[in-house]
């Protein structure tokens, strides 16, 4: 069956709620949903070498986001900050709702 597990969204603002950057806010760029990850914008940064793109060029170490685990992150509500997503039904549609106060996110 197909269950909505994740119910966060690219392009969301997320908090992180735990690790390095605990406390620190993005946005998602990307969601894996295979693997239960998603990667935050400027957030969980990682050091990695590249190499060279030709011979006698020096490689460089350029920053990339590490993925989070989805579970350590929390969508930001406007109005509560970092909050649990609902769902609520309304007509055909589902709008996903501030578990907090009700409020669409
Ligand atoms: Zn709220």
Redesign the pocket.
């Known amino acids: 069956m197909a269950e909505v597990k994740y119910k966060v969204k690219k392009g969301d603002q997320v908090q992180v709620m735990a690790g390095k950057d605990s406390g620190k806010t993005g946005r998602i760029l990307k969601i894996q949903r295979d693997t239960g990850r998603v990667i935050v914008e400027g957030l969980n940064m990682v050091k990695k070498a590249q190499k060279p793109k030709s011979q006698g060029e020096k490689g460089s170490i350029i920053e990339l986001e590490a993925p989070l685990n989805i579970s350590n992150v929390q969508v930001l ?4 900050g970092p ?1 649990r997503i609902g769902i609520k039904v309304d007509g055909d549609s589902k709008v996903r709702i ?1 578990k ?4 669409s996110l």
């Open positions: 509500c406007k109005k509560c909050t501030c907090k106060c009700g409020e």
